[in-house]
């Protein structure tokens, strides 16, 4: 079976990136990235994507006259790079609904709480403000509302006595790097059913879902 051809739109120093570059050059994985796009020129992230020689595309936003315009010409930039799915991976942007039409259950996102709770920015200072015990991270099918849409897997971390909002980053973002390239990998195996708002997985083994602590959705 051909590969899944992805896109990865970045905005910033790229580590989801990284992590999921490097598991796409592991012998038999599903998907392939064949363009990394960034909102900003200057992201150092792009600098993965041209160490492998993936073509890395800065497309600055500040460039066009409204979000639609930018959008459209990202439509443009993923066609002409043959891309059949999006991962957004540090992408500072909110994608505008006409993009995510053209993208239906093909643009995925990795938010770094455990959805629906604490969305938006700042999510490790919102569960440390809460008082939560358990942090963590989340990889969802896009929707229009941010940071919304269905749940494909999830990993929980404890949040410690004395943890500040960087301890907490630290740890949620080990788990970041191990259940993002797992979400890619069941949607390029096609083992993922997306029913109304929720996600199911099909044929779900115990080495995925011990990933990260991973919690999963129904199989």
Known sequence: MAKLRVGVLISGRGSN??????????????AEIVAVISNRPDAAGLKHAQAIGVPAIGLDHKAYDSREAFDDALHEALRIAGVEFI????????????????????????HPSLLPAFKGLHAHEQALAAGVKLAGCTVHIVRPEMDSGPILVQAAV??????????????????????????????????VRIVGDKAFIDGLVDDETAAGQLISPAR
């Open 87 to 110: 991962c957004l991976a540090g992408y500072m942007r909110l994608l505008t609904p006409g993009l995510i039409a053209r993208w239906a259950d093909r643009i995925i996102n990795i």
């Open 17 to 30: 990136l990284k992590a999921l570059l490097d598991t796409c050059l592991t012998p038999g994985f599903p």
């Open 158 to 191: 404890p949040v410690l006595d004395g943890d500040d909002a960087a301890s907490l980053a630290a740890r949620v973002l080990e788990a970041e790097h191990k259940i993002y390239p797992l979400a890619l990998k069941l949607i390029a195996e096609q083992r």
